[in-house]
């Protein structure tokens, strides 16, 4: 019992002596991935802000990103669960002696890393590398026309978190093939091919907040009854406060009834109060609430 409480001691003492380390390392990453989702996120919508390499808001955009993705683990048990239960069904299914031969098949290092790179070359060019098409959403005349199942998923936003939760799976399958083949020897084309994989697990890492920043981050907008407080709308107008910057606020302005839509900034001297009447989903207002 003594010896359990010395070594329990010891422990606690080495986490507390690396915390400062591991908190510093943690703040960098979430500041990485913040600054990739809030960037990509205001390249989407449109508007130019007065953000500089080094503010706060990249880590709490950070800090949003890594709880969005906590929270998305149910969803990934979700789909995993039908998927492990295929693959019991086939190892019923099949029998013993082709169940060798597909095991052996499959567990061969380089051949399972050419897996792993057709995989994660798949994913990202036919669904991670997709939100590079939604730019300046707020002022265009329309939707892109492809890709349209995510135009669907962006304008209805029922199926967003499990669409997000899909992609991180994809990215755990790589990292997992990594982690498998790690202590096999490779050279030549196979060290090429185990490389090549990470490049890849990596760029899927990295797309995973700019898909944040693009689909999820900030879509639903509050509505105001008036630019600043001072400057009231026409009648028919409606208005949404889309960014609170250092210098200005920019709110987004549709005219009624040609239903034209501009980008005003104020500056932040010239608001004085911000009265808001209701959040809405903004793409969906501007693009099918018409």
Aim: charged share 15%; net charge neutral; glycine share 6%.
């Amino acid at each position: 019992m003594a010896d359990l409480l010395h070594e329990l001691g010891a422990r606690i003492t080495a986490l507390g002596s690396n915390w400062t380390t591991y908190t510093v390392v943690g703040s960098f990453l979430l500041y990485v991935v913040g600054y990739l989702a809030l960037r990509f996120h205001l390249s989407a919508i449109g508007i130019a802000t007065d953000l500089s390499v080094l503010d706060e808001r990249y880590l709490f955009t950070g800090a949003r990103f890594l709880v969005y993705l906590v929270s998305s683990v149910p969803s990934i048990v979700l789909i995993a669960l039908p998927v492990a239960f295929l693959i019991w069904v086939l190892d019923r299914v099949v029998p013993e002696s082709g169940h060798r031969r597909l095991h052996a098949w499959a567990a061969h290092p380089a051949r399972l890393t050419v897996l792993g790179i057709v995989f994660a070359v798949i994913v990202i060019q036919f669904v991670m590398r997709q939100c590079f098409f939604f730019n300046d959403l707020l002022l265009a005349r329309e939707l892109p026309r492809d890709p349209a199942w995510l135009v669907r998923l962006l304008l209805d936003g029922t199926y967003m978190p499990l669409y997000f939760s899909a992609i991180v799976t994809a990215c755990v399958v790589p990292i997992a093939i990594l982690v498998a083949v790690r202590h096999v020897p490779m050279e030549g084309g196979a060290a090429f091919a185990r490389g090549l994989l990470v490049f890849l697990a990596a760029v899927q890492v990295l797309l995973l907040p700019i898909n944040y920043g693009v689909l999820i981050v900030d879509k639903t907008l509050p509505r105001v009854a008036a630019l600043g407080g001072k400057q009231p709308l026409a009648p028919g107008d409606e208005a949404w406060l889309v960014w609170e910057g250092k210098d200005g606020v920019t709110f987004l302005v549709r005219s009624d009834p040609e239903h034209r839509r501009s980008l005003r900034t104020l500056a932040r001297t010239d608001v004085t109060e911000t009265e808001i009447l209701g959040f809405d989903r903004i793409l969906p207002t501007i693009f099918v609430g018409r």
